[in-house]
Nanobody
Framework: QLQLVESGGGLVQPGGSLRLSCAAS????????VGWFHRAPGEGREGISC????????NYADSVKGRFTISRDNAKNTAYLQMNSLQAEDTGDYFC?????????????????WGQGTQVTVSS
């Protein structure tokens, strides 16, 4: 049973950067496509980026394209989301998920495994 734990969230000023991590245990993250989802306060969950199982295809939502970068380190069993040029609209909870593939900027839904989320606040 794969367990995913996100970390790296926090408070950052507009224009700043954060790197989120999604550490997997109990299984091999490299056997899955990995996605990141954003849930803004009071809104639903939105898929913002997905990285294929092989790591050679990354998809992004228009809202983060050019600012966020998804990556994975299979040796560390960890995926990452580098977030640059953060804006107030990026505030919210961020979740990683592991699934059998990507459907655009999100994983196949339902995903096989979810993390518990990490909170990001972009504010001056």
């Amino acid at each position: 049973q794969l367990q995913l734990v996100e970390s790296g969230g926090g408070l950052v000023q507009p224009g700043g950067s954060l790197r989120l991590s999604c550490a997997a245990s109990g299984g091999t993250l490299g056997h899955y496509a990995v996605g990141w989802f954003h849930r803004a306060p009071g809104e639903g969950r939105e898929g913002i980026s997905c990285l294929s199982m092989s790591g050679d295809r990354a998809n992004y939502a228009d809202s983060v394209k050019g600012r966020f970068t998804i990556s994975r380190d299979n040796a560390k069993n960890t995926a990452y989301l580098q977030m640059n040029s953060l804006q107030a609209e990026d505030t919210g909870d961020y979740f990683c998920a592991a699934a059998q593939g990507c459907a655009g900027a999100e994983t196949y839904i339902p995903a096989d495994w979810w993390g518990q989320g990490t909170q990001v606040t972009v504010s001056s």
